[in-house]
C-alpha cells in the first residue's frame, strides 16, 4: 500500500514539472530584478491586434513586483493599455448621524426662605413662636410719616358762609361786631295732649321716659299708677273711684326740654272739686298723700 500513494505522489510532481515552462521563457513586468521583460503592445510594431496586457489579478512575487515606489509611481488609470492600473480607494466610510434626546433640564432649586427677621411683627424664639426674631439683625426703622395736615378752620356755627373767621360776637355787647353770633334756637314745643271730658292731669317729679310710661303691660307703669292711685284715695278717701289712668310726656318751664317729665291723665269721680282738694293736699315740698311727688301748681281739670 505504501509503495502505491508513493509511486502517485512521484508522478503528479512529474507531470507538474513538465508541464511548467522553463523559467527562461517566462516574462515578466520591466523592473530592475526582470530578466525577460514582456514586450509592449508598442513593441511589436504597431500591430492591428492588441495583445493580451497583464491580468492584474495575476499572482506576482515581491521580486516581480519590483521596489513599491516604482510600481506606485509608474501607474496608470486602468484600461486597454495601462499596463500598472493604479489602486482604487475604496469610498469613505459612511458616517451615521444619532439624534440622541437632549438632556433632561436640571431641576430648578426653590427660592431661598426668606430673612428670619421680620420687624415689629418678630417674637422671641420659643415653642409657640412662628415668626422668631434674628438676634443679630439690625432693627427696622419705622418710616418716617410726616404729621397730618390740620383741616381748614370751618366757619363759627351760625355764621353765613363767606363770613370772616374770627369768633362771633353780640352786636349788642361788642360796637363794630363783623361776625354777629345766629341767635339761640328757640326751645323745642311741648307735645300736648288734649285731656278727655271729666279728666284731671297734673305733672309728676319722675322724668318721662316712653318705654316704661306708655307701655302699660312695663313693671314701672304699673307701680307708678299703683302709687297714684293709692296717694289720691289717702287725700280723698278709700271710697274714691279712680280710673282710666295713663301718661304721658309734659314739660315744666325752666326745666330743661331734654328732660320732660311725666304727666299724670286720670279720672276721679269728683270732677273738679277733686282737682281743688287735691292741690291743696299737696304739702310744701311736693308730696301728695303717702309720698307722691308731683308739682304744686300743675292740678288741672276738664
Known sequence: MRLTLTSIVCFTLFALTAAA??????????GPSCNNPCPSNNAQGGAGALSPGPNPFTFMSPVEQGPPSTVMDNCCAPGPSCANPCQQQGPPPQTFMVNFPPPPA????????????????????GPSCSNPCDAGAPPMMAPQM???????????????????????????MVQGCANPCAPPAAPAQPQTYAPYPGEITFKLLQTWDPDKY??????????????LENAI???????????????????????????????????????SDAASLLQRAVTPDGTLGDGLKVYKDSFNAY
Open 21 to 30: 515552462p522553463a523559467s527562461h521563457k517566462r516574462c515578466c513586468n520591466p
Open 106 to 125: 436640571a431641576p430648578m432649586l426653590p427660592p431661598p426662605p426668606p430673612p428670619i427677621y421680620t420687624g415689629d411683627n418678630c417674637c422671641p424664639p
Open 146 to 172: 410726616a404729621p397730618p395736615m390740620a383741616p381748614p378752620m370751618a366757619p363759627p356755627m351760625g355764621a353765613p358762609m363767606g363770613a370772616p373767621m374770627d369768633p362771633c360776637c353780640d352786636p349788642g
Open 214 to 227: 306708655l307701655n302699660e303691660q312695663s313693671a314701672a307703669f304699673n307701680i307708678l299708677a299703683g302709687n
Open 233 to 271: 284715695k289717702t287725700v280723698l278717701g278709700p271710697m274714691t273711684q279712680v280710673s282710666n289712668i295713663y301718661f304721658r310726656e309734659g314739660y315744666v318751664p325752666g326745666n330743661p326740654s331734654t328732660m320732660p317729665k311725666v304727666v299724670a291723665h286720670v279720672m276721679v269721680n269728683g270732677g
